[in-house]
């Protein structure tokens, strides 16, 4: 595990060079699998749907994401101390609020 911590720094900076949407998806591609990826949306629109104000029953009827990843990200949100993810997603204007 302490090769995985290290690496850290690693995997956001490769992030951080990343200058637009087609090199990002390539970058994705090439370190994810098609699952992981499209898992990893599912969340982030758990997470849009969540900070609009939808109900637990409202996602997991619209989006099909179980009640249990719905209230991890539910948790991962109100545990955040920077609400970064907040912050983009209105600057990108994708939140009601």
């Known amino acids: 595990m302490a090769v995985i911590k290290s690496e850290r720094a690693l995997f956001t900076k490769l992030f951080l060079m990343i200058e637009n949407e087609k090199d990002m998806e390539k970058l994705l591609g090439e370190i994810f699998s098609p699952v992981e990826i499209d898992r ?3 969340r982030l629109s758990t997470t849009k749907a969540l900070l609009n ?3 637990y029953r409202m996602i997991e009827k619209r989006l099909g994401t179980s009640t249990y990843v ?4 539910k948790r991962s949100i109100v545990g955040s101390k920077s609400g970064i993810i907040r912050k ?3 600057s990108l204007g994708k939140l009601n609020h």
Do not use: D
């Open 88 to 90: 983009l997603l209105i």
């Open 40 to 42: 990893a949306v599912q």
């Open 70 to 73: 719905i209230h991890r990200v």
């Open 53 to 55: 104000g939808e109900s």
